[in-house]
């Protein structure tokens, strides 16, 4: 190989690498926290409990991404990526959420104001130690 070769080589394996070691990502980072039964009435569907997953997997919307009402019936993975006490994250687990309410007009009190989004005791249950007050999430729309 010729020194000018080479050099083009080396030059796209600078390019390259990095983004191998630092992908992109499309999640958001934010704060999840949790809310008991009851879970209706709901913003986005009243009473119809029939909206509500039948696997308990859903969500109320915080405000940055409940959008006037957009966000009712969006769906979310969502994962815990760090907590105030170590080890309150189950590690690998991501869950797919759908968002049935606002965290603003929830029935019950969520277990901490201003998340990003607000977990049923079964989702957050999944994702973290139950007895966590709120967690560091990562979320991305599906």
């Known amino acids: 190989m010729s020194k000018p070769q080479l050099l083009l080589l080396f030059l796209q394996l600078l390019l390259i690498l990095p ?28 009473n119809d409990q029939s909206q509500l997953p039948s696997s308990n997997l859903f969500g109320a919307a915080g405000e940055g991404i409940w959008d006037n009402g957009a966000a009712c019936g969006r769906q979310y993975l969502v994962r815990c990526i760090s907590a105030s006490v170590p080890r309150f994250c189950n590690p690998g687990q991501t869950i797919q959420i759908k968002i049935v309410d606002r965290a603003q007009s929830l029935v019950s009190k969520p277990s901490r104001d201003g998340a990003s989004i607000v977990l049923s005791s079964t989702a957050y249950g999944l994702i973290a130690d139950a007895s966590a007050t709120s967690v560091n999430i990562e979320f991305q729309q599906v």
């Open 19 to 46: 983004a191998a070691f630092f992908p992109l990502s499309l999640a958001d980072v934010g704060t999840a926290a949790r809310y008991t039964p009851p879970y209706i009435p709901t913003a986005c569907y009243g």
